[in-house]
């Protein structure tokens, strides 16, 4: 069975890091695990969005780096200082400097869904980069990948990673040129117009790479 990135990260995600992570963030729990619903696919359909465009080595170097860390053996250490725990503070330049400029637009848009502060997305997302870059880290070195498996394997991912997102999220300029706007659902109407714009702009994008 092919190793499953999305499952694996979500696995890590025990409620009570949920917790800890809420008290940490100030935000209540089933804020910071709607936000977690959305923000896991968000971040590993980063991942595949850096290797297909091109920076496969260096997202390798950072997987590599994480898995080497105690990162995955003790997922607790993230709040505390150094380390693994330095992605916490390091906020949205951090995620841009690793991903792009579209970060900024994906916080947003995951503070607008789950109705949490944008500064607690940042640290949620602060958590789950390292969870995510450790776990891809490990499998590469397991299977011994190169910068172009790595891709590969990303690309083989994509399909299972953006129907993880949450119908009420749109990530639809992810796979873009980065100048259209990220949009969030917020209330309860709409639902399935939603759903059908996501997938129309996931659809075209991916079609677009």
Known sequence: MAF???????????????????SHLGESSSGIS???TAAVPA???MFVNRAEKG???????????????NVLSN???????????????GGVDKLMGMFGG???GIISAISNFAGIKSGSVQGLMGLLAPLGLGALGRHA??????????????SSQKSSIMSALPAGLSLGNL????????????GTGGTGDVRHTHHMEVERDIKRT
């Open 4 to 22: 499953n990135l999305l499952e694996t990260v979500r696995g890590y995600l025990t409620p009570d890091l949920i917790e800890k992570a809420s």
């Open 34 to 36: 709607k936000a977690a």
């Open 43 to 45: 971040l590993l359909a």
């Open 55 to 69: 920076d496969a080595q260096g997202l390798l170097h950072d997987a590599n780096e994480a898995a080497n860390s």
């Open 75 to 89: 997922p607790q250490g993230l709040f505390s200082g150094g380390g693994a725990g330095s992605f916490l503070s």
């Open 102 to 104: 579209n970060s900024s």
């Open 141 to 154: 070195q397991e299977t011994n990948l190169s910068p172009q498996g790595l891709t590969s394997y990303l």
């Open 175 to 186: 796979f873009g040129d980065g100048t259209k706007t990220v949009h969030a659902a917020t």
